[in-house]
């Protein structure tokens, strides 16, 4: 009981202590946060796919890399000027970012998919998830 | 009674807060995904950062691509990640070290670019950025099936590669794994 | 005729040659037909062409004959022909080594009867006359720098003819090196000429004549001077005839057998210094410092040899250090401007010094390859024939007169005082008192006095065959006779005007003109008088010291041998004797000097080859396969590492645009 008191306080300082970066670079209204937060969540999910052992834990990095960069283009999708419509559909630029998105997320999935099948045929013939047994090529 | 705009001692607007909260859930999870020892509570984590990452998509304006978001990052890759978990278990995965010997290198390098970026956002004139416009629904469905429809129909074929791939690779070879 | 007749002198012992190394070792105890028949004729045509040249008769004149074969080395204006060159010098060079040369082919038939290489014998003394004959017959310098290391090479080959015997191949090792560092000076003396010629109108030269001919006319204006010519020439015939420091190849090459030694080492080989030096007198009359130095080396080679003479105990090496000492008399001769006096001492000490070898080749043959004095003895009545010739041989040496030694020593030590060279007429004197010492020392502990001959040998002691002792005789006919020969013509006893003199002038000339030379008339009882006077007696002095101390045994005189004086007076000497016994300690120096001292340069040398320069390379290429090896650790197989990598080199590329985009 303690312990889950103990770790919801301690993940409330954690959380407060974070959001401060999101308020602290302009709030929820201008693009730099965004793009802060963006390169912060891609940093950690590079030293995650870096420094990780488990394969899995590999992947899952590399999904935060990938929602970083969706961010990034949410956010300019939702800060362009209206003047950049395109001229000949007259299509709404800010449509445009979302689709981005989607088509990322669309790729992302299709790409956990088959890395996790890859995984777990390399399972099944090394016996283990971690990569460092991987090491096959080796000189 | 009406929310007064900006938080009464702070001076921080009430959309803000959330933003903050936001952005400090989506932060911390993504440090527990890649930190923490246990697999299972990893993939969790990374479930609240999706979650909360969706939350700040339709701060944005983009409240498809927050559904979405839900839908597909929650919904499927992160079970189909769970399932990869359970599948790929061995007895001694978490006596071990979490992390390799070159993680010290990684955070630097991480750190290293975070600073950089940082640099080159902050030395950027974003110009007039106050504005912010919600996306329509229909604006999204009208301009994917007019300019993107290409990119579209692709993604829906490398979805189906995708899945067969999938398939195959995860098969088991008839009569290999019934001995073990 | 000559045209074919010269060329065929050298050609018959070349078929010799060829013949017997061929089929020689299919002919066995017959192998030695065609190589004594081949030398037996060129005696023949030699002696016909030599007595042509000495008569002036046509075509020879008094310039000599020249022919030539054919061009050897067209080049431009610079051409080498190779050709024959034949005067009154060639002449009695050409008597001297064939005679010698048939009369040893024939003593080594009795001699090497017995030995399983008897053939090969015989091929390789027919290629040394081809060798010699060539040398002295040559007419340009390159010709006689091919048969001079032809010579080199035969003399390699006699010496260590039995090659199982390790002595032997030393000493012929040492024989053919100690050569060769003559030859570098004679090389660098022709190298000289060549390019003293070099300003001729007709471009330059290594023809003999022509070549001398435009040194002596032009000793001033030459880009080497000439008196380094002269040493340089010297210097190889310092090799060539073992004059001090290079002498120290001839005692030790007695190791090979005893008619090698009689005709290389005592009348042919070791001349042929004394013959180039003769040949170009007149450039040694250009630089008369040259000439005191060739004076000083050969007295005091003479002085030096005659000294270790004394002391050794093997027959064969008291000759070969009296043959030093003999070439030292006759390079001193040169050095002093008497070159008649040295080709007449050349002549009669050919014929006499072949014959005391070949007698010590006959006394080794009867004791059983004994070789040692002190086993000896007693000798006198069991090899009758052997013991008159050694003893003529002996009496010619010490300049006893009438015989050959006497007029040819007398001679050089009388120009050598007339002009102007006392001291070298005082150290003569003192070599020949020596000379008849050690001489007469040999005669007595060889065949005077009580034998002290192995007993198991003794009663087989016996003459040597006919065909040994009939060259003994042979040759004691010269040694007798051929002073008498030579100098006929002039006053009695003296070789200013004589024979040999009338022949050798023509030759001479040009030199003894540069000299100054003014041959004075002879006063018997003046200055040549006492002067001769004085040689016999020393001869005399030094002949009954020797009687005194080693016993007599000729006819009503007989004094016993006594050996209690002798060691009493070796006792008062010790440093010389000792000095003496140990051949003044050249080779000991030579050993350091070369082995100890040169070896451990080389040692050194082998040492920075292999460390410094192999190592250089060695250690770039393990350079090369250490980086490959530690860059491989790259190569994880890992892809974390990998993707460090990439995200390194993005963080590279991320900051770079970031700074030139500041900029």
């Known amino acids: 009981m303690i312990r889950v008191i103990g770790g919801t306080i301690l993940a409330s300082i954690v959380i407060v202590t974070l959001g401060l970066i999101g308020i602290a670079t302009g709030g929820s209204r201008s693009l730099s946060s965004y793009l802060t937060l963006a390169s912060i969540l891609f940093a950690i999910g590079m030293f995650g796919f870096l420094a990780r052992r488990n394969a899995i834990s590999m992947l899952m990095s590399i999904e935060l890399m990938l929602n970083a960069v969706n961010l990034v283009i949410i956010g300019f999708a939702s800060f362009l000027p209206d003047a950049s419509a395109n001229p000949q559909t007259g299509a709404n630029p800010h449509a445009s970012g979302s689709v981005i998105a989607l088509l990322v997320m669309a790729v992302a999935a299709a790409e956990a998919t088959v890395g996790l099948s890859i995984i777990l045929a390399i399972f099944r013939n090394k016996k283990t998830p971690l990569v460092d047994e991987y090491d096959a090529m080796r000189q | ?158 979805l189906l590669a995708a899945v067969i791939g999938g398939v195959f690779l995860a098969k088991r070879e008839r009569g290999k794994d019934v001995l073990e | 005729m000559f045209e074919v007749l010269v060329p065929a002198i050298i050609a018959l012992p070349l078929g010799g040659f060829l013949f017997t190394a061929v089929f020689g070792r299919r002919l066995g105890k017959q192998a030695h037909l065609v190589p004594v028949g081949a030398v037996g004729i060129a005696w023949l045509i030699g002696m016909w062409v030599a007595y042509n040249a000495l008569t002036n008769a046509e075509p020879f004149g008094e310039e000599g004959f020249a022919h030539t074969l054919y061009t050897w080395i067209p080049a431009g204006t610079f051409q080498v022909d190779a050709g024959v060159f034949v005067d009154g010098l060639t002449a009695c060079l050409l008597i001297v080594v064939l005679t010698i040369g048939l009369l040893v082919h024939v003593y080594s038939i009795g001699y090497m009867g017995h030995d399983p290489g008897y053939w090969r014998f015989f091929a390789y003394l027919n290629l040394f006359m081809v060798s010699m004959l060539l040398l002295v017959l040559g007419d340009s310098f390159l010709t006689v720098f091919v048969a001079w290391e032809l010579v080199g090479l035969s003399s390699y080959l006699l010496i260590g003819f ?240 009438p015989l050959a030694g006497f007029f040819s020593k007398d001679e050089i030590l009388g120009e050598a005082f007339k002009l102007g060279f006392q001291w070298v007429w005082a150290i003569g004197i003192v070599v020949a008192v020596l000379t008849a010492f050690y001489m007469f020392r040999l005669i007595g502990l060889t065949f005077w006095g009580e034998s002290r001959v192995d007993k198991a040998v003794e009663p087989h002691v016996h003459e040597s065959p006919p065909v040994m002792t009939t060259p003994l005789w042979l040759l004691a006919i010269p040694s007798i006779f051929l002073g008498l020969v030579l100098t006929l013509g002039g006053p009695p006893l003296f070789t200013g005007t004589g024979l040999l003199a009338g022949w050798l002038h023509p030759v001479f000339e040009p030199a003894e003109e540069l000299l100054h030379h003014d041959p004075e008339a002879f006063q018997l009882f003046g200055i040549d008088g006492a002067l001769l006077l004085v040689s016999v007696a020393v001869a005399v002095i030094g002949m009954a010291a020797a009687w005194r101390l080693f016993g007599v045994n000729l006819g009503s005189l007989r004094w016993r041998p006594n050996p209690e004086r002798v060691r009493e007076l070796t006792a008062r000497m010790p440093f010389l004797y000792r000095a003496s016994l140990n051949k003044w300690w050249f080779d000991d120096l030579n050993h350091l000097l070369f082995m100890v001292i040169g070896g451990r340069i080389a040692a050194f040398l082998w040492w920075f080859d292999r460390r410094v320069v192999d190592d250089t390379v060695n250690d770039l290429a393990a350079t090369t396969v250490g980086a490959g090896k530690e860059l491989r650790r790259v190569q994880t197989g890992r892809v974390q590492n990998y993707a460090l990598g990439i995200a390194l080199g993005l963080i590279v590329m991320a900051g770079s645009f970031l700074v030139l985009a500041a900029r």
């Not at chain 2, 990374?46 to 927050?66: D, N, T």
């Not at chain 3, 008619?259 to 450039?283: C, D, E, F, K, Q």
């Open chain 3, 162 to 401: 039995w090659k199982h015997k390790r002595s032997a191949a030393l000493a012929a090792k040492k024989a053919f090196i100690v050569n060769r560092v003559g030859d570098v000076g004679f090389a660098l003396g022709i190298m000289a000429v060549f390019v003293n010629t070099l300003d001729r109108p007709e471009g330059a030269t290594l023809n003999l004549r022509d070549s001398i001919a435009w040194l002596t006319e032009h000793p001033t204006e030459l880009a080497i001077p000439i008196w380094i010519v002269a040493l340089l020439i010297f210097a190889g015939a310092m090799g060539k005839s073992a004059q001090f420091p290079l002498h120290v190849w001839l005692p030790d090459a007695m190791e090979g057998p005893t008619p090698v030694s009689a005709l290389i080492h005592a009348a042919t080989m070791v001349n042929a210094g004394v013959y180039l030096v003769a040949r170009t007198s007149s450039i040694f009359a250009s630089a008369p410092d040259a000439m005191v130095v060739v004076a000083a080396i050969g007295i005091f080679t003479a002085i030096l040899a005659a000294s270790i003479a004394m002391t050794q105990t093997d027959i064969k090496r008291v000759l070969a250090y009296s043959t030093l000492s003999q070439l030292g008399y006759m390079f001193a001769s040169l050095g002093v401007g008497a070159f008649t006096a040295a080709i007449f001492h050349l002549m009669t000490h050919g014929f006499f010094k072949g014959l005391l070898f070949l007698g010590s080749g006959s006394v080794i043959h009867a004791v059983h390859e004994e070789q040692d004095m002190r086993r000896m003895g007693g000798l006198k009545d069991k090899i009758p024939q052997t013991y008159r010739t050694m003893l003529i041989g002996s009496i010619a040496i010490a300049g006893i007169p």
């Open chain 2, 1 to 158: 009674m009406t929310l007064p705009s900006t938080v009464p001692i702070l001076g921080i607007p009430w959309a803000d807060i959330l933003f903050a909260l936001f952005a400090g859930t989506m932060l911390a999870s993504g440090l527990a995904v890649v930190v923490m020892r246990d697999i299972i509570r990893c993939g969790l984590a990374m479930m609240v950062c999706f979650g909360a990452l969706a939350g700040i998509y339709v701060m944005a304006g983009a409240p498809l691509v927050g559904a979405a978001q839900v839908l597909v990052y929650i919904g499927a890759i992160s079970v189909l990640v769970l399932f990869a978990i359970m599948l790929t278990q061995t007895k001694t995965a978490p006596t071990r070290l979490a992390f390799q010997t070159q993680a010290i290198p990684a955070a630097i390098a991480s750190v290293v670019l975070v600073v950089v970026v940082l640099l080159a956002i902050g030395s950027t004139a974003w110009g007039a950025t106050a504005d912010q416009r919600a996306t329509d629904t229909s604006a999204v469905a009208t301009v994917l099936f007019s300019d993107w429809v290409l990119p579209f129909e692709v993604v829906g074929v490398l």
